[in-house]
């Protein structure tokens, strides 16, 4: 399978695909989904946290060294914290999520869209940087993008939209994702001098998503059981990543 392949492949289990399961989780019902999505977005976590320090930051610092490379850190934390607030962009993985009742529809869509193509360029640029990589990032964009999906859905459901319209909205919005894929690729020679800034990007909105809005989520959730699974499915998540990294 050539390198392009592989790029629109993880693209669409990264886009398409989350919409999909998204979608088809909603359909277990309340009490099911209850319990389906704490643990995927446990999971969610521990993928996150362990693809931007083990995966994406030593190899930007490889590229660039360390100095460069945090500081671009700290300025893409800086970043998504202000699209949060200025698109109203947040990844909430619950329906009741207060930032989500107040957000219309459309805001949740053009937000989508925009992080979609930000993950094509994150994707296509991590393959191109080696397989191995490729590997670990698109399990975290998928891993993230699953329960992002669902409270996406729940959002649009919640305006009043039919649950087909919905589904086709948030499939449109997906289709962004390989944009930014194909971009990455085909402009890969401007583009190689920024891939480690790209990078430490990337591996700054996986540690803002997971330390920002997952891990808030997950302490809600106080009982001694609750908190070991929790820490279970973040260990299974991140040691994912580093089996997959070995």
């Known amino acids: ?140 964009v998928i891993a993230h993008e699953v329960p992002q999906e669902i409270g996406d859905f729940a959002v649009l459901l919640h305006s009043g939209l039919p649950p087909r319209k919905a589904y086709g909205l948030n499939v449109l919005s997906s289709t962004t994702t390989f944009a930014g894929a194909l971009l990455g690729y085909f402009f890969l020679p401007l583009i190689t001098p920024l891939l480690p800034y790209v990078m430490a990007l990337a591996a700054a909105s996986f540690l803002y998503v997971a330390m920002a809005d997952i891990i808030p989520v997950l302490h809600r959730e106080t009982s001694t059981h609750a908190v070991l699974i929790q820490l279970m499915l973040m260990l299974t998540g991140a040691i994912t990543i580093i089996a997959i990294h070995h």
């Open 1 to 140: 399978m050539t390198l392009l392949a592989f790029i629109v492949l993880f693209s669409f289990l990264a886009s398409i695909g989350a919409v999909t399961v998204a979608a088809v989780l909603l359909l277990l019902g309340q009490e099911k989904r209850a319990r389906v999505v704490p643990a995927l977005t446990s999971f969610a976590a521990g993928v996150l946290l362990a693809s931007a320090t083990v995966g994406l930051l030593p190899e930007a610092a490889s590229k660039a060294g360390i100095h460069y490379v945090m500081e671009t850190l700290l300025a893409g934390l800086f970043l998504f914290f202000a699209l949060e607030k200025l698109l109203l962009w947040r990844h909430c993985h619950d329906e009741e999520c207060e930032t989500h009742g107040e957000m219309s529809g459309v805001l949740v869509l053009i937000g989508d869209a925009f992080h979609n193509f930000v993950d094509g360029v994150i994707l296509s640029l991590a393959f191109l940087s080696g397989k191995e990589i490729g590997y670990m990032v698109a399990a975290a």
